[in-house]
């Protein structure tokens, strides 16, 4: 008996394309569950997770009453120059005034409230997030995003979407 018969079977039985396309499946379902892409997250990084605090000032806030908005305890969805990270806790909300700056008679400078009637519906919050993340080389990471001073995110919750920039960030313990 022939390894491969005049039909192209293997013992008489298999088909050699139906083999071969067998073992590309079966290459393929090993090197995705055994080797690891890019995409994945490593065990050293799951467990070198640390938390992260990170104070965002987000200033103009469009609403009537922020501190009815916006409350300590709450979870926000946090997004990183456009990429999500995932959901954070808020730590802490500073409710900032809304001033302007007058000047004296004497020539010093005061800041008073603003008096215009639209900032009523304008307010500046100075939040504190907490969420996991690794230290890296470059500094504490948030996802797959560095987090830096400057950086600008945005907080999503069902009763609000604010935009602000990263003030402070520090690791924890």
Sequence with gaps: MALIDSQGRLFGKLSVLDVGAGLVLLL????LLIVPGKSGTSIAQ???SKPI???VLVIGLGTRDAKAIVRPGEKANFIIRN???GQVDIKTVDYLPR???????DGSVKALPDPRPEMAFSSNVLLTLIGKGQVTANGPVLGNSNVKVGT???LDNPNYNARGTVV???VGS
């Design 53 to 55: 605090e990170v104070d």
């Design 46 to 48: 799951v467990a070198a």
């Design 83 to 85: 990429q999500p990270y």
């Design 168 to 170: 402070d960030v520090r």
């Design 28 to 31: 393929v379902v090993i090197g």
């Design 99 to 105: 001033t302007v700056t007058v000047s004296q008679p």
């Design 152 to 154: 600008p995110v945005e």
